[in-house]
């Protein structure tokens, strides 16, 4: 069974600074900086025991997820941010315009069916 001062001395350590920015990469004079959003959540329980029904628990856990930003882009002095294009959420926000668009469509055709 892990301590959870341990598992929580452990997870603090976890989203430092090199998980957001990587290694720069440098190529013809140009500097690129690759960003990363990071996310960080715990948890933790316990138990007791009550009467008849004996029990016991511990619990914790940690979790870390990052999704790439963008890079920052470092050419002859100036410096320029490059976000990522997430395709799939272009995607799924186009399929929902669509979708909104269909029923908004059917539901002035049903109403103007009703006025005749």
Do not use: Y
Request: glycine share 18%.
């Amino acid at each position: 069974m892990m301590d959870i001062i341990e598992m929580l001395e452990q997870a603090q350590d976890k989203p430092t600074v090199n998980r957001v920015f990587g290694e720069p990469i440098v190529r013809d004079g140009v500097t690129v900086i690759p960003v990363a959003r990071v996310a960080g959540g715990g948890g933790g329980g316990s138990g007791r025991q009550e009467g008849d029904n004996p029990g016991e628990g511990v619990g914790g856990g940690f979790g870390l997820g990052a999704t790439p930003a963008g890079v920052f882009v470092i050419k002859d002095g100036d410096v320029r941010w490059q976000p990522v294009v997430d395709v799939n959420k272009l995607i799924v926000g186009g399929q929902v315009i669509v979708v909104v668009a269909l029923l908004t469509l059917r539901t002035i055709a049903r109403l103007r069916a009703r006025k005749r």
